[in-house]
């Protein structure tokens, strides 16, 4: 916002607590004042591929008839959406911008060294801050301190000349934030308009950077030479330093150099500093120095005085250093030390030791490989575990939680691999750092550091190797290999094995298949060559999966070999195609699959379990929950059922089939296949509530009622009390949904059985997928077992990252058949073993009656047999008697047996439950 009369009114009244659209109604500014510049152009993606050019940049152009003295002025950068501290904050340094001159200030490059555009003229004021492309606020303030606030503080800010919001910024002047931003176009004042409204003054125009060159340079009177002001007083005790904007002489060891990747720079550190003890230390003796030509021209071990300004780009302290503005010197000095420290550690722990050379102590465990493809990042967690999902242990909204959240971001550290590449989106053709074939790198393996690391801030605490990695070698850390252990699911027993797996949408309608059937279009994602490899989007709900048939064969290669080695007997399927919406029969994909499995196997081992011939009344998605089952040892008894509730509008409906153990009377159970609504998205009362269960829990929370109600009916209709739950639930083991289900008797027996987890997600480990069980169901439950073959894995190992980067990391194994682990449960289905105790007298006279009481118990916990006893002289029954809690008295009359001894035998005809068994009972009558 320029600073006329009225504008210094309007912020008076922005502070009363006007709207920032107050200001579209604003009249036109009065005359400026001396000091009146203005953002004038502003070009944000520079360096992506396809930009005009390599760097971004801020023009700061002076309108009036003066020159303007800029001096202890800056340009500051806040995110789109940021109400805290402006970031980004470049000091405008000793210029003087004349009476029509323009001030080009430079910024940093998405990726100058890939995507090259053309140079900018010779920035006046040169800095790596980034700007985002799609949206920002930039702030021409009077001040190098760092604005902050609301955008009603910030716009009611004295000491802000000019602000400008583009793209998606929420903080702008007037009626809304500039727009017109792209690779090739900048914003720019239409005729030098400023009349604080940025969608009204800015707009789309070609970049036309321009430099003020030496008609900007300052005069000052000779000075002394400045004095070495040391690092850590540079990097002061808090957040930041508490000399930014100022110009400094510092000097220190060269420890880090990167002059490609996007740092562009080196870490220095105060010679002879590390050896430190970090519950006493407050200010770091490292120190980024901003210069891809410094980190060009020096060495690591190279002692180094440095001029330049200091400067804090997006939380990280550093010195941007003009050309020339470094020495190498002769003097010796003595090399820094490698401060041994171990995590966890807080901020205020790593704030103090900020651009150190560390030698991180104790033990360390991969917690999230996720981005390791696309940024080269390694989450690493301090212990020998990975980081719980809080709500998976505790419940949400509670101290509990609080405590575990803070907990893991005391023990969270990122191995980073000293560059800002993007390897999915840009240099695909540079080897991925850390992960190759044999370079595992799975979520839980322990890491071993084997050289040194600088303690580097940019989105988040990392640690750098001291230079650019590519591949594996060099580098500072090494991974154990876990995928061994994994080879086979560990041993389950149990008469039958009930699995349940998400098949990561598996679409045997490819994207080309569709496409050519005439009933939508597709965009794809595509490898290095432009390839397609997966959908991105298909018209008309299309479908989700692969994009053509080699693609396709890569996919269902991992998942039948992961399938066929599960040794379940029925299997509950996730996220398969619903052929029924894509113009086919429903189970087309189902019978695909089926008829893969079969032909891995050699034999006709597997079948699908039929659709039912109703489907839910308020449709169905593209993808279905399904079953498969080992035809030698399980059949289907009856037709599947599917529940039709409103609850399930936006999800897939449960779908239940009762099964039985082939040729085993009684065996019969239930198992209902699920999938939740997912977390991803959610408005009103389904908004994410930040309380670690993600958006529309409340509508989890009702599918998981409605699904306890369809449980009563399905027992009615099918006989059995045997039911099991099982699937992908989108909700972890402690979060509302599951307490539901919980709360109405079912156990969750994966939880109570197995210590391993399905799902990682933003490097928490926690499971989603879950196998819950009546009470007469969990009674039978033998064991569980998470078969770990996904959710470790690096996604650059899925069929869908297939030829992405130069380095192959596809093969044909089970692992990364999918993003959810498989759980595997065991049941025992048949009738449970009984114990017949008998008691009676042994001797009596002929003519007396006898009371003998029986006692019929179950191996199976908290299983009372019930039905009938009956006491037998060889074929004749002599008595019977029904059981109550177990018991029976059965009446003996002697005079029905005669003068002798006797053995009698006591029999149990058994129920649903409990086999038949049976005693001896032996007596003598006498005369």
């Given at each position: 916002m320029s600073r006329s009369s009225f504008s210094r009114a309007l912020r008076l009244a922005l502070a009363g607590g006007l709207a920032t659209g107050a200001l579209a109604a604003a009249p036109a500014a009065q005359a400026a004042p001396a000091d009146h510049l203005v953002i004038d152009e502003v070009y944000v993606n520079g360096g992506s591929s396809g930009a005009s050019f390599k760097n971004k940049y801020v023009e700061v152009h002076n309108p009036t008839g003066s020159p303007v003295d800029v001096a202890g002025w800056s340009v500051q950068y806040r995110s789109a959406t940021g109400t805290g501290n402006f970031s980004g904050v470049i000091a405008l340094g000793d210029h003087t911008v004349p009476a029509g001159g323009t001030l080009l200030v430079g910024a940093n490059s998405n990726n100058a060294t890939t995507n090259p555009g053309a140079d900018l003229p010779t920035p006046d004021v040169a800095s790596t801050v980034a700007f985002a492309g799609g949206g920002g606020t930039l702030a021409l303030t009077r001040t190098t301190t760092p604005l902050t606030g609301a955008p009603s503080t910030v716009l009611a800010d004295p000491a802000v000349v000019d602000l400008v919001g583009y793209g998606s910024s929420t903080t702008f002047e007037g009626s809304a934030a500039a727009t017109g931003t792209s690779l090739t176009k900048a914003v720019r004042r239409t005729g030098g308009t400023d009349t604080n409204d940025n969608r009204a003054d800015l707009s789309a125009a070609d970049p036309t950077p321009t430099a003020c060159g030496t008609a900007c340079d300052s005069a000052p009177a000779p000075v002394e030479p400045a004095p070495v002001v040391p690092i850590a007083e540079i990097q002061g005790t808090g957040t930041a330093s508490p000399i930014v904007g100022q110009r400094v002489t510092t000097r220190g060891v060269v420890t880090a150099a990167y002059p490609d990747g996007g740092f562009d720079g080196a870490y220095i550190q105060t010679e002879g500093t590390g050896d430190v003890d970090v519950d006493t230390h407050r200010a770091s003796t490292g120190l980024f120095v901003a210069s891809a030509a410094l980190a060009d021209d020096v060495e690591i071990g190279d002692h180094l005085?440095?001029?330049?300004?200091?400067?804090?780009?997006?939380?990280?302290?550093?010195?941007?250093?003009?050309?020339?503005?470094?020495?190498?010197?002769?003097?010796?000095?003595?090399?820094?030390?490698a401060a041994e420290v171990a995590f966890p550690l807080d901020d205020t722990q790593r704030e103090s030791l900020e651009g150190m050379l560390l030698a991180p102590q104790g033990a360390y465990t991969v917690t999230n490989n996720f981005a390791t493809n696309s940024f080269g990042e390694v989450g690493l967690a301090a212990g020998t575990r990975p980081l719980p999902q809080p709500t998976d242990v505790v419940r949400p909204r509670t101290q509990a939680y609080t405590d575990l959240v803070a907990d893991n971001a005391r023990r969270l550290i990122t191995l980073d691999d000293g560059a800002s590449v993007n390897y999915v989106n840009g240099s695909k053709d540079v080897p991925l750092p850390w992960l190759t074939a044999d370079n595992e790198v799975r979520q839980g393996a322990p890491t071993t550091f084997v050289a040194p690391v600088v303690l580097d801030f940019r989105f988040g605490w990392k640690l750098q190797p001291t230079t650019r990695l590519t591949g594996v070698a060099d580098a500072p850390a090494t991974f154990g290999a876990t995928r061994a252990q994994e080879r086979t699911p560990a041993p389950v027993e149990g008469e039958l094995k009930l699995a349940s797996f998400n098949v990561l949408n598996y679409f045997p309608t490819t994207g080309e298949k569709y496409v050519a059937s005439g009933r939508g279009t597709c965009t794809y994602f595509r490898d290095r060559a432009g390839t397609p490899i997966t959908t991105n989007s298909c018209t008309n709900n299309g479908p989700r999966g692969a994009a053509t048939d080699e693609s396709l064969a890569r996919q269902q290669t991992k998942i039948v070999k992961a399938i066929n080695g599960l040794g379940a007997d029925v299997v509950a399927l996730q996220e398969l195609e619903n052929s029924a919406t894509l113009g086919q029969p429903r189970d087309t994909a189902l019978q695909t699959l089926v008829a893969a499995l079969n032909a891995d196997a050699g034999a006709d081992v597997w079948a699908g379990a039929a659709s039912p011939t109703t489907v839910p009344s308020t449709g169905e998605d593209v993808i279905r929950p399904a079953f498969i089952y080992r035809t030698s040892t399980v059949e289907t008894a009856g037709e599947a059922r599917i529940l039709d509730d409103p609850a399930f509008a936006n999800a897939r409906a449960p779908l239940a089939q009762e099964f039985r153990a082939k040729g085993v009377a009684d065996s019969d159970f239930v198992v209902i296949a699920n999938h939740f609504k997912s977390k991803g998205s959610g408005s009103g009362e389904n908004a994410d509530q930040r309380d670690g269960q993600g958006a529309s829990n409340p509508d989890r929370v009702r599918q998981a009622r409605a699904l306890v109600a369809f449980v009563d009916d399905v027992e009615k209709s099918a006989g059995t009390d045997r039911v099991l739950l099982a699937g992908d639930f989108n909700s972890y083991s402690k979060e509302d949904p599951m307490q539901v289900l919980e709360d109405a008797g079912f156990t969750n027996v994966t939880d109570r059985f197995s210590e391993e987890d399905t799902y990682q997600f933003g490097g928490l480990l926690g499971s989603l997928d879950h196998v819950f069980a009546s009470p007469s169901a969990t009674r039978r439950v033998r064991g569980a077992d998470v078969w770990r073959i996904n959710a470790p894995e690096a996604i650059a190992r899925e069929y869908s990252r297939f030829n992405y980067?130069?380095?192959?990391?596809?093969?044909?194994?089970?692992?990364?058949?999918?993003?959810?682990?498989p759980t595997i449960v065991g049941l025992d289905v048949s009738p449970a073993a009984g114990e017949l105790a008998v008691d009676g007298p042994r001797t009596r006279r002929l003519g007396d009656v006898v009371d003998v009481d029986v006692r019929v118990s179950s191996s199976l916990e908290g299983v009372v047999p019930a039905g009938e006893v009956t006491l037998r002289d060889g074929d004749t029954a002599l008595g019977t008697a029904t059981l109550d809690g177990g018991r029976a008295t059965i009446a003996l009359r002697t005079a029905d047996l005669g003068v002798g001894t006797h053995v009698l035998s006591v029999e149990y005809a058994g129920d649903a439950e409990t086999r038949p068994v049976s005693a001896e009972y032996r007596i003598t009558v006498l005369k």
């Open positions: 005085e440095v001029t330049g300004t200091v400067e804090e780009s997006s939380g990280l302290t550093q010195l941007a250093v003009p050309a020339g503005g470094w020495t190498v010197l002769t003097e010796p000095a003595v090399a820094p030390k980067n130069v380095t192959n990391l596809f093969d044909t194994s089970p692992f990364r058949a999918s993003d959810h682990d």
